[in-house]
């Protein structure tokens, strides 16, 4: 088992950045594909981006493609979201989570993610 638990979010202007980072408990991390999701006001809650357990393989929303940067230091236990040229779109509570599973790939679906964490706000002005 493992409980993600986010930081590093906050209030950025417009073509700022923000790094997020999600710290999981537990001994076997690198046994979890992770994700960041966001989910704004009124609307649904989505995948941002996804990573496999190794780091080698990625998935990005269309929306944030040559913006935002997973990445994942598994000696730390560790996941991370690079934002950067943020948009007021952009604005929404960020949940990492993690998918407890024998096999291997990105997971794009919020059903797939058995652990969440609370989320971080990340809030970008015009």
């Known amino acids: 088992q493992v409980q993600p638990v986010e930081s590093g979010g906050g209030l950025v202007q417009a073509g700022g950045s923000l790094r997020l980072s999600c710290a999981a408990s537990?001994?076997?991390?690198?046994?979890?594909?992770m994700g960041w999701f966001r989910q704004a006001p009124g609307k649904e809650r989505e995948i941002v981006a996804a990573?496999?357990?190794?780091?080698?393989?990625?998935y990005y929303t269309g929306s944030v493609k040559g913006r935002f940067t997973i990445s994942r230091d598994n000696a730390k236990n560790e996941v991370y979201l690079q934002m950067n040229s943020l948009k007021p779109e952009d604005t929404a509570v960020y949940y990492c989570?993690?998918?407890?599973?024998?096999?291997?790939?990105?997971?794009?679906?919020?059903?797939?993610?058995?652990?969440w964490g609370q989320g971080t706000q990340v809030t970008v002005s015009s």
């Open positions: 989570a993690a998918r407890e599973t024998f096999l291997s790939g990105t997971y794009v679906r919020a059903r797939e993610y058995q652990y």
């Open positions: 537990g001994r076997t991390f690198d046994t979890y594909p």
């Open positions: 990573i496999s357990r190794s780091g080698g393989d990625t």
